[in-house]
């Protein structure tokens, strides 16, 4: 008897085992396609004729529904798209996502300086202020509902891209109410503002602080010379004050030449200081996006060779490097680390992080400084991405996005030109 307990309990003993181990096992696939389902994106590139994988993530394969044959008739005018089931071991279906089938893209990796001028579509609300009237101080701007970063287009149906626009507008209402078309964010609307009358100049006022302009200094990530395109920074030139992307009515690029350096510290980043060149324009910008700045270019930057443009299913972390200017208008390749790799959709221009390991960038410059954002990243011979963002705490460290995400901009300006 005893014997027979002893194998029952033993029986017993491996079949709660073993019922564990299946219940570990369910979680752990669980948790597997829920990793996959939030962490694979929603889109991938793939080039004509080479194997699409989708390698950083254990355990997924394709589905069924992608066609190698479809794939290999794709070319630049006319990408192949489809729709392609995602799997777990090729069992339990995870997500479907959109693979987008192109032909070889070859860009020049630049790292060349240049200045950015733009007038703005619209202008920018920066500030409210107070007018001292003969009754006592009153804001109309506050009091119709504007609001700091919205960016008044029209006045009275009348288009207004300048501070001169404004008044004007204002000074020949004679204090009637005027009708104000504005953007707040992805929404459009309008408003009734009714002007007053200073007490201090005897003219009519609206209350605004508007800006129309702006200019500073980024880095050329890549260049095509078949279409004479561009793209730059890798993140969106922004209000100073109100961090609003600044909607592009006319851009222009100039040349630059990086005359000094203030080295980056630890909360405190550095930044690369130049001068324009001249006051002739070099080139178009014809979008500024969370991206970037991209438009054509009428000179050529300076630049080596051409490099095909990786993908992000390619990319490992480890060695790679970084072309930028710290002096004169001349790029320079340095070594990096690509420390991580994030394939999340929701933040698009923070695709990796980066630690510069080169002793000469670290010298000259500490790391990562304000100027070096657009500054191209290669890895096996491929461009990868660009420079964003520098880590305040840590001026080795910073950002960088997919060349993937800012090519696709690039590609849907040649769409609907």
Same mark, same amino acid.
């Given at each position: 008897?005893?014997?027979?307990?002893?194998?029952?309990?033993?029986?017993?003993?491996?079949? =709660?085992?073993?019922?564990?181990?299946?219940?570990?096992?369910?979680?752990?696939? %669980?948790?597997?396609?829920?990793?996959?389902?939030?962490?694979?994106?929603? =889109?991938?590139?793939?080039?004509?004729?080479?194997?699409?994988?989708?390698?950083?993530?254990?355990?997924?394969? %394709?589905?069924?529904?992608?066609?190698?044959?479809?794939?290999?008739?794709?070319?630049?005018?006319?990408?192949?798209?489809?729709?392609?089931?995602?799997?777990?071991?090729?069992?339990?279906?995870?997500?479907?996502?959109?693979?987008?089938?192109?032909?070889?893209?070859?860009?020049?990796?630049?790292?060349?300086?240049?200045?950015?001028?733009?007038?703005?579509? !619209?202008?920018?609300?920066?500030?409210?202020?107070?007018? /001292?009237?003969?009754?006592?101080?009153?804001?109309?701007?506050?009091?119709?509902?504007?609001?700091? !970063?919205?960016?008044?287009?029209?006045?009275?149906?009348?288009?207004?891209?300048?501070?001169?626009?404004?008044?004007?507008?204002?000074?020949?209402?004679?204090?009637?109410?005027?009708?104000?078309?504005?953007?707040?964010?992805?929404?459009?609307?309008?408003?009734?503002?009714?002007?007053?009358?200073? /007490?201090?100049?005897?003219?009519?006022?609206?209350?605004?602080?508007?800006?129309?302009?702006?200019?500073?200094?980024?880095?050329?990530?890549?260049?095509?010379?078949?279409?004479?395109?561009?793209?730059?920074?890798?993140?969106?030139?922004?209000?100073?004050?109100?961090?609003?992307?600044?909607? @592009?009515?006319?851009?222009?690029?100039?040349? @630059?030449?990086?005359?000094?350096?203030?080295? !980056?510290?630890?909360?405190?980043?550095?930044?690369?200081?130049?001068?324009?060149?001249?006051?002739?324009?070099?080139?178009?910008? #014809?979008?500024?996006?969370?991206?970037?700045?991209?438009?054509?270019?009428?000179?050529?930057?300076?630049?080596?060779?051409?490099?095909?443009?990786?993908?992000?299913?390619?990319?490992?972390?480890?060695?790679?490097?970084?072309?930028?200017?710290?002096?004169?208008?001349?790029?320079?390749?340095?070594?990096?680390?690509?420390?991580?790799?994030? #394939?999340?959709?929701?933040?698009?221009?923070?695709?990796?992080?980066?630690?510069?390991?080169?002793?000469? #960038?670290?010298?000259?410059?500490? !790391?990562? @400084?304000?100027?070096?954002?657009?500054?191209?990243?290669?890895?096996?011979?491929? #461009?990868?991405? /660009?420079?964003? =963002?520098?880590? @305040?705490?840590?001026?080795?460290?910073?950002?960088?996005?997919?060349?993937?995400?800012?090519?696709?901009?690039?590609?849907?300006?040649?769409?609907?030109?």
């Amino acid at each position: 008897m005893r014997c027979f307990y002893r194998k029952m309990k033993t029986i017993r003993t491996v079949i =709660h085992s073993l019922t564990a181990a299946a219940a570990a096992l369910a979680f752990a696939v %669980l948790g597997m396609t829920a990793y996959v389902e939030i962490a694979a994106p929603e =889109h991938y590139y793939n080039i004509e004729g080479e194997a699409f994988t989708i390698s950083p993530f254990l355990g997924v394969e %394709l589905g069924s529904t992608y066609q190698k044959e479809a794939a290999a008739q794709a070319n630049n005018s006319v990408p192949v798209r489809q729709e392609v089931g995602l799997s777990l071991f090729g069992i339990i279906p995870v997500k479907t996502v959109t693979v987008e089938t192109i032909s070889n893209v070859m860009l020049a990796p630049c790292g060349t300086p240049f200045g950015v001028k733009i007038l703005t579509d !619209g202008v920018i609300v920066v500030g409210l202020n107070e007018i /001292a009237t003969e009754n006592g101080n009153r804001n109309p701007a506050k009091e119709a509902g504007v609001q700091t !970063g919205d960016i008044i287009v029209k006045m009275n149906d009348t288009p207004v891209s300048s501070n001169d626009d404004i008044s004007k507008v204002i000074t020949e209402s004679g204090g009637k109410s005027v009708t104000i078309s504005y953007r707040r964010g992805n929404r459009e609307g309008s408003l009734t503002l009714t002007p007053a009358l200073s /007490a201090i100049d005897h003219t009519y006022k609206a209350g605004l602080w508007v800006r129309d302009s702006s200019a500073g200094i980024g880095t050329v990530s890549f260049y095509d010379p078949e279409t004479q395109a561009f793209g730059g920074l890798g993140h969106a030139i922004c209000d100073v004050d109100t961090g609003e992307v600044l909607p @592009v009515l006319q851009g222009d690029v100039v040349n @630059v030449r990086i005359h000094d350096i203030v080295k !980056g510290t630890v909360g405190s980043p550095g930044e690369l200081r130049g001068s324009f060149v001249s006051k002739e324009s070099c080139g178009t910008i #014809l979008l500024n996006n969370e991206s970037g700045v991209f438009g054509q270019m009428y000179e050529s930057p300076q630049y080596d060779k051409l490099a095909p443009m990786g993908l992000k299913q390619e990319i490992k972390t480890g060695k790679a490097t970084v072309i930028t200017t710290v002096n004169g208008s001349t790029p320079e390749e340095y070594e990096i680390e690509i420390e991580k790799i994030n #394939l999340l959709e929701n933040s698009p221009t923070k695709n990796m992080v980066i630690r510069i390991s080169d002793p000469r #960038l670290l010298e000259l410059c500490g !790391g990562i @400084v304000q100027g070096m954002s657009g500054s191209p990243i290669l890895q096996n011979g491929k #461009l990868i991405g /660009a420079v964003t =963002h520098v880590f @305040v705490n840590d001026p080795t460290r910073g950002y960088a996005i997919f060349a993937e995400n800012m090519y696709q901009n690039v590609a849907e300006l040649r769409t609907h030109s």
